[in-house]
Antibody
Framework: EVQLEESGGGLVQPGGSLTLSCAAS????????MTWVRQAPGRGLEWVAS????????NYVDSVRGRFTISRDNAKKSLYLQMNTVRAEDTAVYYC??????????????????WGRGTLVTVSS | DIQMTQSPSSLFASAGDRVSITCRTS??????LNWYQQKPGKAPKLLIY???SLHTGVPSRFSGSGTGTDFTLIISSLQPEDFATYYC??????????FGQGTRLGIK
């Protein structure tokens, strides 16, 4: 059974730092891209960052680029999100998700087929 | 970036009803549209990928259709466990991945 479990959320002051972790099990972690998606209170889903299987490629939403760093440790089957210089607008539940590619209509496209339960990050003084 | 617009933003129905939710994209994404269900306090769950393919374990009362820029999620006969928020997501042109704003399906 595929399982993803986030940890590391909590209260952090504006300008501070926090590191989120996601422990994976039930699948070959090193064979998949992985992603962080967040959801601000009462709001919709927002893609944050993704990382390639070997860590050799990272993508970020504009609002976090230069402040957040996604990384992974395939030996530990773990995904991370280092959050620096956090702002009030970073307050959200952060989900890790497994990223899968399917082929259709002539090209590959992205699906998030399994998600963790999320961890809440609150940025406040 | 591809913009996603869902309608309606909220919908109220009764058990047994047939409901449909629409997702419109700002660019042609062929069939690269996915649907998720989220219940309060829970993680999103994949329902449909590639516009019309059911994910493993998803009941057949859920169906999806559409291509290009216009897509529809249909629930043929609402069950009590279907009251939730539904999101569409484009996986065609990335990054960034973009989601619709969500459609809250409530009990009438």
């Amino acid at each position: 059974e595929v399982q993803l479990e986030e940890s590391g959320g909590g209260l952090v002051q504006p300008g501070g730092s926090l590191t989120l972790s996601c422990a994976a099990s039930g699948f070959t972690f090193g064979s998949f891209w992985m992603t962080w998606v967040r959801q601000a209170p009462g709001r919709g889903l927002e893609w944050v960052a993704s990382i390639k299987q070997d860590g050799g490629e990272e993508n970020y939403v504009d609002s976090v680029r230069g402040r957040f760093t996604i990384s992974r440790d395939n030996a530990k089957k773990s995904l991370y999100l280092q959050m620096n210089t956090v702002r009030a607008e970073d307050t959200a539940v952060y989900y890790c998700a497994r990223q899968t590619y399917y082929y259709g209509s002539g090209k590959y496209y992205i699906i998030y087929d399994y998600w963790g339960r999320g961890t809440l990050v609150t940025v406040s003084s | 970036d591809i913009q996603m617009t869902q309608s309606p933003s909220s919908l109220f129905a009764s058990a047994g009803d047939r409901v449909s939710i629409t997702c419109r994209t700002s660019q042609n994404i062929t069939s690269h549209l996915n649907w998720y269900q989220q219940k309060p306090g829970k993680a999103p769950k994949l329902l449909i990928y590639g516009a019309s393919s059911l994910h493993t374990g998803v009941p057949s009362r859920f169906s999806g259709s559409g291509t290009g820029t216009d897509f529809t999620l249909i629930i043929s006969s609402l069950q009590p466990e279907d009251f939730a928020t539904y999101y569409c997501q484009q996986g065609h042109s990335t990054p960034p991945i973009t989601f619709g704003q969500g459609t809250r399906l409530g009990i009438k």
